[in-house]
């Protein structure tokens, strides 16, 4: 049973970066692709951005391409996402997911099935980040 566990969140002022980490135990961490989301209150899911299993292969949300990065350390069974410029509307509660279904191809047909949620195994608790105008 894989588990993962956010950790890196705070509260900020606009314009400041943050660097999120999720942290996995269990399963095969390895294999699996690993994505961010936020939920700010009373809104749904947000999609942030996804990597392959090797990280060779990322998927990025337009509403944060260009501001956030994902990458992954699969001897430290680590995935970050790298927030810079971070805005007020970014305040949500973030979270790491995997699945084992997923493939990454690396072209825009990834839109149709990686943002969806309903597609990750495995979820975080999730880490706060609070960004003040």
């Known amino acids: 049973q894989a588990r993962l566990v956010e950790s890196g969140g705070g509260l900020v002022q606009a314009g400041d970066s943050l660097r999120l980490s999720c942290a996995a135990s269990g399963g095969t961490f390895d294999r699996y692709t690993v994505a961010w989301f936020r939920q700010a209150p009373d809104k749904e899911r947000e999609f942030l951005a996804a990597i392959s299993w090797h990280g060779g292969k990322t998927f990025l949300a337009g509403s944060v391409k260009g501001r956030f990065t994902i990458s992954r350390d699969n001897a430290k069974n680590t995935v970050s996402l790298q927030m810079n410029g971070l805005k007020p509307e970014d305040t949500a509660v973030y979270y790491c997911?995997?699945?084992?279904?997923?493939?990454?191809?690396?072209?825009?047909?990834?839109?149709?099935?990686?943002?969806?949620?309903?597609?990750?195994?495995?979820w975080g608790q999730g880490t706060q980040v609070t960004v003040s105008s």
């Open positions: 997911s995997s699945s084992r279904r997923l493939l990454l191809v690396g072209t825009p047909a990834d839109g149709k099935t990686v943002p969806l949620t309903r597609m990750y195994d495995y």
